[in-house]
């Protein structure tokens, strides 16, 4: 098998199938037998939905539903998938992972596939994120460190002018362009970085899982790449609704925060999470600070610094 596609829904079986009708002239130009899985915990209609659409829309030959016994998360959802392929007597060389709330454009797949089929370093490599306006998500990312923290709760220019290499979220280049961690909503991953890195920490719920993912790809010697010759619609939060920028900001999950602390835990020890912390808080009070000074609008979720505050410096 050339690519096996993997969408994790939970309970948006509309948007799924939007994304596996994006997919069905993409990877019948690939060939090679790609094959698309959408795996399911949702606890609601959405199997029955899904593969009544499946077998309406003729997607049977290439495309199948996995029935999970629970809801343990994206990485666990996503490694179902790949764990039977794996297993298999012919695994896939390539994984395609597509998030539910994402359809890909004309040759977006197989703009990600030449690409890798030419850099056998490159082990990872993710889409041009758009809304359906054209306006442009940022998809390609720097890993966390204590300066991205302050960064991320001060919001000042001159920090960002002062570490430009540290902000984590910069704006994507207009040509292919190597990067830190890539987006999972449009992602391309080797066989070999599961293979030799290991498949998705199911201890991350949501959130954190690619960035932990792409450094333990770095680590054995697998590099990211942003290619935004390949274009996907994504559309930012409607899976989740956490970050769905076109309603009011959400209370942040507990789970972003067990995310957040597992990720600095694991891979850079308990003194660099209490820096990343600390950083982090101080520049969001200093933020908040100049925000009521400045009279600005409060975009940030409601209960932000004391959830934060809450569950990193008080355990609860």
């Known amino acids: 098998m050339k690519v096996l596609a993997v ?23 690939i060939g090679g037998g790609c094959k698309a899985i959408v795996t399911d915990a949702s606890g609601d209609d959405s199997d029955v939905i899904i593969e009544r659409g499946i077998r309406e829309r003729g997607f049977e030959s290439w495309a199948s539903l996995l029935r999970l016994d629970k809801n343990g998360g ?35 797949v197989r703009e990600l596939l030449s690409f890798m089929e030419q850099r056998p370093d490159v082990g990872l490599c993710g889409s041009r994120q758009e809304q359906p306006d054209g306006s442009i998500n940022r998809a390609a990312f720097r890993f966390p460190s204590v300066r991205s923290e302050l960064l991320q709760g001060s919001r000042l220019g001159f920090l960002k002018r002062l570490f430009p290499h540290s902000e984590i979220a910069p704006l994507p280049p207009e040509q292919p362009a190597p990067t830190d961690w890539l987006s999972g909503a449009s992602l391309l991953v080797r066989r ?22 792409c450094l333990r790809a770095r680590r054995v010697g697998y590099r990211c790449w942003y290619v935004p010759s390949s274009r996907v619609v994504h559309l930012e939060g409607q899976s989740t609704g956490v970050t769905d ?72």
């Open 7 to 29: 969408i994790v829904n939970h309970k948006r079986p509309e948007l799924v199938l939007q994304g596996l009708e994006s997919l069905s002239s993409e990877l019948a130009a």
């Open 74 to 108: 994206y990485g666990y959802a996503n490694n179902r998938a790949i764990q039977s392929a794996l297993a298999g007597q012919h695994p896939p060389e390539f994984f395609y992972l597509l998030n539910p709330d994402a359809y890909v454009y004309p040759g977006a």
């Open 192 to 213: 070999g970085v599961f293979e030799r890195a290991g498949l998705f920490d199911e201890t991350f719920f949501l959130y954190y899982e690619e960035t932990d993912l």
């Open 245 to 316: 920028w076109r309603v009011a900001p959400r209370r942040m999950p507990r789970y972003w925060f067990e995310s957040r602390q597992h990720y600095f835990m694991k891979n850079h020890g308990p003194l660099t999470k209490t820096l990343a912390d600390v950083a982090w808080t101080v520049g969001f009070v200093s933020w908040r600070a100049r925000r009521r000074f400045q009279g600005k609008t409060d975009d940030d979720p409601p209960h932000l610094l004391s959830d934060f505050v809450r569950f990193n410096f008080l355990g609860e």
